[in-house]
């Protein structure tokens, strides 16, 4: 569990560092990511 923790303090400090440049990186990612959740729900072979 504490990795699960550290994880959100990682991206914390690396938003904090270099805002402008991981805000980009951030808005692939996450869309990609969400894309890909939504697709295996409903996708998902019952």
């Given at each position: 569990?504490?990795?699960?923790?550290?994880?959100?303090?990682?991206i914390k400090c690396?938003?904090?560092?270099?805002?402008?440049?991981?805000?980009?990186?951030?808005n692939i990612v996450?869309?990609?990511?969400?894309?890909?959740?939504?697709?295996?729900?409903?996708f998902s072979p019952?």
């Open positions: 569990m504490k990795s699960v923790y550290k994880i959100p303090q990682k690396l938003t904090d560092e270099r805002k402008r440049k991981s805000i980009p990186l951030f996450m869309p990609v990511l969400l894309f890909l959740m939504l697709q295996s729900a409903t019952e």
